[in-house]
C-alpha cells in the first residue's frame, strides 16, 4: 500500500522561505516521477513542479513558481522535496505531494503580507 506523507508547511511572512519533504512507502520509489500539487478553498488543484525519476535534474515547474521553487528528491530517503523561496501570499495553500495518483493528506502553507 502507498503512502506518502507530506512536512514541513507553516506561517512564514513574504518573501521568506519554506521547505517541504514527502516521505514515500510501498512503492519503489526511485522508479515513479514525484510531483507536488496545492488547492486553495473554492479552486481547482494546481500544477506546481515535477520530478522525472531517472533524473532529478528533469524538473518541470508552473510558471506562477518558476525561478522561486526548487524540487528535488533522494531516492536513498525516498523523500522529494519543495523548496520555497520568495514567498507570495497568492502561495498559500494546501500542498500535496503526488505520484501515480496517489496523494499525501497535503500540509499547509500560509504567506502573510
Known amino acids: 500500500q502507498v503512502h506518502l506523507v507530506e512536512s514541513g508547511g507553516g506561517l512564514v511572512q513574504a518573501g521568506g522561505s519554506l521547505r517541504l519533504s514527502c516521505t514515500a512507502s510501498g512503492l519503489s520509489f526511485s522508479t515513479y516521477a514525484m510531483a507536488w500539487f496545492r488547492q486553495t478553498p473554492g479552486k481547482e488543484r494546481e500544477f506546481v513542479a515535477r520530478v522525472s525519476w531517472w533524473s532529478g535534474d528533469n524538473t518541470y515547474y508552473a510558471d506562477s513558481v518558476k525561478g522561486r521553487f526548487t524540487i528535488s528528491r533522494d531516492n536513498a530517503k525516498n523523500t522529494v522535496y519543495l523548496q520555497m523561496n520568495s514567498l507570495k501570499p497568492e502561495d498559500t495553500a494546501v500542498y500535496y505531494c503526488?505520484?501515480?495518483?496517489?496523494w499525501g493528506p497535503g500540509t499547509q502553507v500560509t504567506v502573510s503580507s
Open positions: 503526488v505520484t501515480n495518483n496517489y
